[in-house]
């Protein structure tokens, strides 16, 4: 017997504000019954578990310990300035001259996240 992984789970001060932020983030729709001022809402992704924020009234005060790490489906450092754009942080840039490494964002609410090199980006310094 096993347990399926059925959401991850975001506590929030906005939480509709924040599944917009990652709505756009991963191109996937919000839960058609979210409206502003929802306290809890998810994003319904095409595979896996669902992201789902649940608004919560104490505020984030230390480094998640459980955080998403991202692949876009371009390249990294054009999709950190796209997240940038879309209202992230960055607050540490683990990108090497060789093309390898990570780029450490937070969401506009403070939740680290990372992205990765794509596909295309690890095999051209393979």
Not at 33 to 55: D, I
Not at 91 to 106: E, F, K, Q, T, Y
Request: hydrophobic share 35%; with cysteine; proline share 8%.
């Amino acid at each position: 017997m096993v347990s399926v992984v059925q959401n991850v789970a975001i506590d929030c001060a906005d939480a509709y504000g924040l599944a917009r932020f990652w709505s756009s983030v991963t191109g996937s729709p919000l839960d058609p019954e979210a409206v502003p001022g929802s306290r809890e809402t998810q994003v319904l992704l095409p595979e896996g578990p669902m992201l789902y924020f649940n608004q919560v009234p104490e505020a984030k005060t230390v480094k998640n310990r459980v955080h998403l790490c991202l692949r876009p489906e371009t390249s990294r450092d054009p999709e950190v300035e796209r997240l940038t754009g879309l209202g992230a942080t960055l607050v540490n840039d683990l990108r090497n001259p060789d093309g390898s490494g990570w780029a450490v964002l937070a969401d506009p609410e403070g939740n680290e996240f990372c992205v990765l090199r794509s596909e295309s980006d690890r095999a051209a310094t393979s």
